[in-house]
């Protein structure tokens, strides 16, 4: 059964770094695409980044220049690596395909603050 695994969360200072991993279970993952997706207390999910199985990449407009989305087949996982990160991206995160087709994870917690 297809399933997936996040982890890399933590708490960081306002300008601070981290790398998300997504660690997927199954066959298909190449032939996938994939995504990123955050959820902040009282909020709705939004997607934040997405790649295609070919490595094309999108963003929401408050990931872009700041966050970047790569995947690597082999390790049949996603990572997303966010800098400069601020108090607004504080959220649990969950990895998924671009119409939440898989059984979401636990996610991860990412906190931002002073």
């Known amino acids: 059964q297809e399933r997936v695994v996040e982890s890399g969360g933590g708490s960081v200072q306002p300008g601070g770094s981290l790398r998300l991993s997504c660690v997927y279970s199954?066959?298909?993952?190449?032939?996938?695409?994939m995504a990123w997706y955050r959820q902040a207390p009282g909020k709705q999910r939004e997607r934040v980044a997405s790649?295609?199985?070919?490595?094309?990449?999108n963003y929401a407009d408050s990931a872009k220049g700041r966050f970047t989305i790569s995947r690597d087949n082999a390790k049949t996982t996603m990572y997303l690596q966010m800098n400069s990160l601020n108090t607004e991206d504080t959220a649990i995160y969950y990895c998924?395909?671009?119409?939440?087709?898989?059984?979401w994870g636990q996610g991860t917690q990412v906190t931002v603050s002073s």
């Open positions: 998924n395909t671009p119409v939440g087709a898989l059984r």
């Open positions: 199954g066959a298909n993952f190449r032939f996938l695409g």
């Open positions: 790649i295609t199985s070919g490595g094309s990449t």
